[in-house]
């Protein structure tokens, strides 16, 4: 694959294209975490019409709201806009408004959170400058862009200023394990989906690190060179998201992902571990990372109304940064220093790791895995990683997926990556937890297993499992 080739995103690139439709001028928010390819699906958006990107400055120490208007300044110059006062936003607001009176134009504010982060009145100049000049053009589109989707929710989504004017919120999430596959091409066809998946269980679906495999190296190489070389991409791409995105408050955040290194954890376990109270600063932290993306907030539901509970649990849902915590950090200094070589299976508990990489995998993929067992968006119920907390008149229980369908169907799913084929054991598995689960009156449990690297014949032959599901297969494997 060309390194200039746009992958996926059709979905998006839909919604996009839909802006075109209108007969009415359009503000956007783009949204999603640090290299996820927000910049890039505008750029691929805005090939066709006079497009204009400007970008707010990495906060750093000595960062003033002065300074980002200054850059701001510097960016309309170099964009053809010269000789304008960076004194105030609504002065350069509306110089650019000018500039852009007449056509169809896409106006960019990338990073918007760094851009108007340190000026109290920025939102509101940008309001303003929207309702007085830019709306005026019917064809003018501008998208507010940022990795920092707290500040965007504060200030943009949720902030009174802004209401009824925010056409489109589009979040982007990893891309589908099919679009994936396109990083190994022309040579996907002949690469095992076991490689494959040991690879995105380290960079999970963000494009920016897929665009750095290199299909003719074996995965333990590319992953010797991202992760374990001086000078890899990896080595130092978790202190820099951290610092980028939370600043001043990356310690806090840091902590959280770590104690979620190992596994979902409930507010309750995460505080106690990490000796912190429950409310106020600490929950905001944690919502943070949830919004940027890194941390998923899994709610367990009541299956006799199909409603959501008021259990949840925290998972940490960026492979990447499990992956960095796990074995990144751990050997840093050698890394800095020479380098550190291992056999990443050598790697201290990397079955167990794997498993909850896999598990992301899958769930971030759920939507083709309702294909493949047949179920239509319209049946679901509820859908997600569920427990049942142990009781007195229950036993505890945990389903790495699960599906409810409005039919009284529950798809239990077992997500098993191993390097062997997966033995007959997991029926028995399977069949425990089956047995803990309270069901309702009239409910079909159907068992179903998820696996990469095939299973024992024996486990088909007792015909336990509703749907044996090969997920190489949607990496063009099977």
Same mark, same amino acid.
């Given at each position: !694959? +060309?390194?200039?080739?746009?992958?996926?995103?059709?979905?998006? !690139?839909?919604?996009? *294209?839909?802006?075109?439709?209108?007969?009415?001028?359009?503000?956007?928010?783009?949204?999603?975490?640090?290299?996820?390819?927000?910049?890039?699906?505008?750029?691929?958006?805005?090939?066709? !019409?006079?497009?204009?990107?400007?970008?707010?400055? #990495?906060?750093?120490?000595?960062?003033?709201?002065?300074?980002?208007?200054?850059?701001?300044?510097?960016?309309?110059?170099?964009?053809?806009?010269?000789?304008? *006062?960076?004194?105030?936003?609504?002065?350069?607001?509306?110089?650019?408004?000018?500039?852009?009176? +007449?056509?169809?134009?896409?106006?960019?504010? /990338?990073?918007?959170?760094?851009?108007?982060?340190?000026?109290?009145?920025?939102?509101?100049?940008?309001?303003?400058?929207? /309702?007085?000049?830019?709306?005026?053009?019917?064809?003018?589109?501008?998208?507010?862009?940022?990795?920092?989707?707290?500040?965007?929710?504060?200030?943009?989504?949720?902030?009174?200023?802004?209401? =009824?004017?925010?056409?489109?919120?589009?979040?982007?999430?990893?891309?589908?394990?099919?679009?994936?596959?396109?990083?190994?091409?022309?040579?996907?066809?002949?690469?095992?989906?076991?490689?494959?998946?040991?690879?995105?269980?380290?960079?999970?679906?963000?494009?920016?690190?897929? @665009?750095?495999?290199?299909?003719?190296?074996?995965?333990?190489?590319?992953?010797?060179?991202?992760?374990?070389?001086?000078?890899?991409?990896? $080595?130092? @791409?978790?202190?820099?998201?951290?610092?980028?995105?939370?600043?001043?408050?990356?310690?806090?955040?840091?902590?959280?992902?770590?104690?979620?290194?190992? =596994?979902?954890?409930?507010?309750?376990?995460?505080?106690?571990?990490?000796?912190?109270?429950?409310?106020?600063?600490?929950?905001?932290?944690?919502?943070?990372?949830? @919004?940027?993306?890194? $941390?998923?907030?899994?709610?367990?539901?009541?299956?006799?109304? =199909?409603?959501?509970?008021?259990?949840?649990?925290?998972?940490?849902? /960026?492979?990447?940064?499990?992956?960095?915590?796990?074995?990144?950090?751990?050997?840093?200094?050698?890394?800095?220093?020479?380098?550190?070589?291992?056999?990443?299976?050598?790697?201290?508990?990397?079955?167990?790791? !794997?498993?909850?990489?896999?598990?992301?995998?899958?769930?971030? *993929?759920?939507?083709?895995?309702?294909?493949?067992?047949?179920?239509?968006?319209?049946?679901?119920?509820? /859908?997600? #990683?569920?427990?049942?907390?142990?009781?007195?008149?229950?036993?505890?229980?945990?389903?790495?997926?699960?599906?409810?369908?409005?039919?009284?169907?529950?798809?239990?799913?077992?997500?098993?990556?191993?390097?062997? #084929? $997966?033995?007959?054991?997991?029926?028995?598995?399977?069949?425990?937890?089956?047995?803990?689960? +309270?069901?309702?009156?009239?409910?079909?449990?159907?068992?179903?297993?998820?696996?990469?690297?095939?299973?024992?014949?024996?486990?088909? @032959?007792?015909?336990?499992?509703?749907?044996?599901?090969?997920?190489?297969?949607?990496?063009?494997?099977?």
């Amino acid at each position: !694959m +060309k390194p200039s080739q746009f992958v996926g995103r059709e979905v998006e !690139m839909a919604r996009l *294209n839909g802006l075109l439709d209108k007969r009415s001028a359009s503000l956007i928010v783009v949204r999603g975490r640090r290299r996820i390819g927000k910049s890039r699906l505008l750029a691929e958006f805005g090939k066709e !019409m006079k497009s204009y990107f400007f970008s707010g400055n #990495p906060p750093v120490r000595r960062t003033t709201a002065q300074s980002q208007r200054n850059d701001f300044a510097r960016q309309l110059e170099r964009a053809g806009i010269p000789g304008i *006062n960076p004194d105030d936003w609504s002065n350069l607001f509306w110089y650019l408004s000018k500039a852009t009176q +007449k056509g169809r134009i896409l106006i960019v504010f /990338d990073e918007i959170s760094w851009m108007g982060g340190k000026d109290p009145h920025f939102s509101g100049h940008l309001k303003s400058a929207w /309702d007085m000049y830019f709306s005026k053009n019917p064809h003018v589109i501008i998208a507010l862009c940022g990795s920092v989707s707290s500040w965007i929710e504060k200030n943009i989504l949720s902030s009174t200023g802004f209401l =009824g004017r925010i056409t489109l919120d589009l979040v982007l999430g990893e891309l589908s394990l099919d679009d994936c596959n396109a990083f190994w091409q022309p040579k996907e066809k002949r690469i095992a989906s076991y490689e494959k998946f040991k690879l995105l269980s380290v960079v999970g679906g963000v494009p920016f690190y897929l @665009e750095q495999i290199k299909p003719n190296l074996p995965a333990e190489k590319n992953i010797q060179d991202l992760c374990f070389t001086r000078g890899g991409l990896l $080595v130092r @791409e978790f202190d820099e998201i951290f610092s980028d995105l939370f600043s001043r408050a990356k310690a806090t955040h840091r902590e959280i992902v770590l104690c979620l290194a190992n =596994g979902p954890k409930d507010l309750l376990q995460i505080c106690k571990e990490l000796g912190k109270s429950c409310g106020g600063i600490f929950s905001k932290r944690l919502e943070e990372l949830v @919004e940027a993306g890194f $941390v998923q907030r899994d709610f367990t539901w009541d299956l006799k109304h =199909g409603k959501e509970g008021k259990l949840s649990r925290y998972r940490l849902s /960026d492979n990447y940064v499990r992956f960095y915590l796990k074995y990144i950090a751990p050997n840093r200094s050698n890394i800095e220093k020479d380098g550190f070589s291992i056999l990443i299976t050598q790697l201290p508990g990397w079955e167990g790791i !794997m498993g909850l990489q896999f598990e992301n995998l899958v769930v971030h *993929n759920r939507k083709t895995l309702w294909k493949l067992l047949g179920i239509s968006q319209e049946e679901i119920v509820m /859908d997600g #990683p569920f427990f049942q907390s142990s009781t007195t008149k229950q036993a505890g229980c945990q389903i790495d997926y699960m599906i409810q369908t409005r039919f009284h169907n529950l798809y239990l799913c077992e997500v098993k990556f191993s390097k062997k #084929p $997966v033995s007959s054991a997991i029926i028995e598995e399977m069949e425990e937890k089956r047995k803990n689960l +309270k069901l309702p009156r009239n409910f079909s449990v159907r068992p179903v297993l998820i696996h990469v690297n095939g299973v024992d014949e024996t486990v088909l @032959e007792e015909r336990y499992f509703d749907k044996v599901i090969d997920f190489g297969q949607l990496l063009g494997c099977v």
